[in-house]
């Protein structure tokens, strides 16, 4: 019952704020709360959070009611490097992070 986004293209800290939101609530919950969160990481992470649902084992299907956000993991993926040009010929480094995320479920 674990979902894995890679890659996504947003900053790490952005996306904990609501990762943190979710983390240890019942999925029917988490869902619900995910359409109000007024951040750009809400969606993808709705997306991933009814991934994990869809990857409950065939012969193990609980109830909707039964199940919790057990953990929600958000670590930084690669890094793109970019560089903006300054005057007098200078340039400055652009960092365009990623994020890697884990939500794994469990029966409550």
Do not use: C, H, W
Not at 90 to 98: D, G
Request: hydrophobic residues 45%; glycine residues 4%.
């Amino acid at each position: 019952m674990k979902a894995e986004l890679k890659n996504y293209r947003q900053s790490p800290r952005k996306v904990r704020l609501v990762a943190d939101a979710i983390r240890g609530k019942k999925v029917s919950e988490a869902l619900a709360l995910l359409d109000f969160v007024p951040r750009r990481a809400s969606l993808p992470i709705k997306k991933l959070l009814a991934s994990a649902l869809a990857n409950l084992p065939a012969g193990r299907q609980a109830p909707l009611e039964d199940l919790i956000v057990k953990s929600v993991e958000v670590n930084a993926g690669p890094t793109l490097y970019r560089r903006r040009p300054r005057s007098r010929g200078m340039a400055n480094p652009i960092r365009k992070r990623t994020s890697r995320v884990k939500i794994v479920l469990a029966v409550k």
